[in-house]
């Protein structure tokens, strides 16, 4: 079994920052990415960054060069975060934390991120 426990959400002004956590915990075999997800109302969820076990990243074109996604790990924990600059009010959304290990996806329970314009 693993868990994800996400963090970090809240109501930002345009421009402003925010930083998402995501720990990690439980049956981390071999991860194969880490990532964040965002749905808005209406709308059906889409990748935001990615991050392999080998550090490898990847972004939606709408965030490059204002997210950045990286990962630590401490023992039996791993943590992703997600650095969010420049926000903009179509960045308001539910963040969701993904793990992908063994072919099995596994979420976090999301977390709010709303933008004032």
């Known amino acids: 079994q693993v868990q994800l426990v996400e963090s970090g959400g809240g109501l930002v002004q345009f421009g402003g920052s925010l930083s998402l956590s995501c720990a990690a915990s439980?049956?981390?075999?071999?991860?194969?990415?880490m990532g964040w997800y965002r749905q808005a109302p209406g709308n059906q969820r889409e990748l935001v960054a990615q991050i392999t076990s080998s550090g490898t990243t990847d972004y939606a074109d709408s965030v490059k060069g204002r997210f950045t996604i990286s990962i630590s790990r401490d023992n039996a924990k791993v943590t992703a975060y997600l650095q969010m600059n420049s926000l903009k009010p179509d960045d308001t959304a539910v963040y969701y934390c993904?793990?992908?290990?063994?072919?099995?996806?596994?979420w976090g329970q999301g977390t709010q991120v709303t933008v004032s314009s």
């Open positions: 993904n793990l992908y290990q063994m072919f099995n996806n596994h």
């Open positions: 439980g049956s981390i075999l071999s991860i194969h990415t």
